[in-house]
């Protein structure tokens, strides 16, 4: 029985390193869920996908949109074309297995958007590192995958999300909530993620932490961070306790929502080198708005995200 849904993987490739375990991906989930890849790669790539891909997989080419973040015009591309209203959006990163893929579009009876737990599969070290990252967002609040699912009208009625973005999954769940959609958390429900080259995972450093201009609070915290560590240099007691308190927080974040089930017991572990890393690097972050926004494609983004509240009183009108 195949799922009643759309899976969407935009695409936009400067080479084809990883096609072949694309391929392969995308051959076995083709008998579950109808697939659309929306392909933005330069025209010789993308000939040469349409010849690679799988029989039954649609291959489209992007539609024009405003905004200079061509995942959000892949996305609505592949949202405006969908035959199902329940759409998978997932980066080219992501491999869902069958009973994620069925839980996650289940869930969207009773959601307009679902957010699942991306957990990195093969876990390299700098997997790893970044897996701090996501036990301390489960510990605070919820972290942030590379897919998502939802539903096709509500999105459409909301007159799709900006495209001048630079956090586009954050712009995409607060136009679902704006527009009065219901969002879940799926927590518990863990979808394998591919890891990046150490090379492109370098690269990323100071755009992720540029990601936390659309959570004002979380950027003051974590400008806070340095100064209060240089200053606590003379007192290795107070440094030591930090570090514990944070390892502890993100093991709160694994046992969370079945955590352990996904997470293995030494991840916590790693919550302080990724926090370490981001006080330094959100500094860079100040200094790339300063120069108008981070870098992104050929240019520079400005804005990571529309606050709630402007995005609310943009639909009313």
């Known amino acids: ?23 392969d991906y995308l051959t076995g989930l083709r008998e579950l869920v109808d697939i659309t890849v929306v392909d933005g790669s330069d025209p010789e790539l993308f000939t040469a996908h349409a010849g690679a891909l799988p029989p039954g997989v649609r291959h489209l080419p992007v539609e024009p949109r405003p905004g200079r973040n061509g995942k959000v015009a892949g996305v609505m591309t592949g949202i405006h074309t969908a035959r199902h209203d329940r759409v998978v959006i997932a980066d080219d990163d992501v491999r869902y297995d069958e009973g994620a893929l069925r839980a996650v579009v289940g869930m ?39 897919t998502l699912a939802v539903r096709r009208r509500v999105v459409v009625d909301a007159g799709g999300y900006d495209g001048d973005v630079l956090f586009e999954n954050l712009e995409l769940i607060r136009t679902v909530l704006a527009i009065g959609g219901t969002v879940i958390a799926a927590d518990h429900i863990g979808v394998a993620r591919r890891p990046p ?44 306790a930090g570090v514990v308190a944070v390892v502890a927080l993100a ?50 983004l400005l804005r990571a995200a ?12």
Do not use: K
């Open 1 to 23: 029985m195949t799922v009643d849904a759309e899976y969407v993987l935009p695409l936009r490739w400067q080479d084809d390193e990883g096609l072949a375990e694309l391929i």
């Open 251 to 300: 093991e709160v974040g694994r046992r969370r929502a079945g955590g352990r089930l996904l997470f293995p017991p030494t991840a916590a572990l790693w919550a302080p080198a990724w926090l370490a890393e981001r006080a330094v690097c959100v500094w860079f972050a100040v200094g790339a708005r300063i120069r108008g926004g981070v870098r992104y494609s050929d240019g520079r």
């Open 197 to 240: 080259e150490l090379r492109h995972f370098l690269r990323q450093r100071v755009r992720q932490a540029y990601d936390d201009f659309a959570q004002p609070a979380r950027l003051i915290a974590e400008l806070a961070l340095l100064p209060l560590v240089l200053a606590s240099l003379r007192r290795p007691r107070r440094i030591i």
């Open 108 to 146: 969207l009876d009773a959601a307009d958007l679902v957010r699942p737990q991306n957990v990195f599969i093969p876990a390299p070290w700098h997997a790893r590192w970044d897996t701090g990252r996501s036990l301390l967002n489960r510990a605070l609040g919820h972290d942030y995958p590379g």
């Open 306 to 317: 529309t606050p709630l509240r402007i995005l609310r009183r943009r639909l009313r009108r």
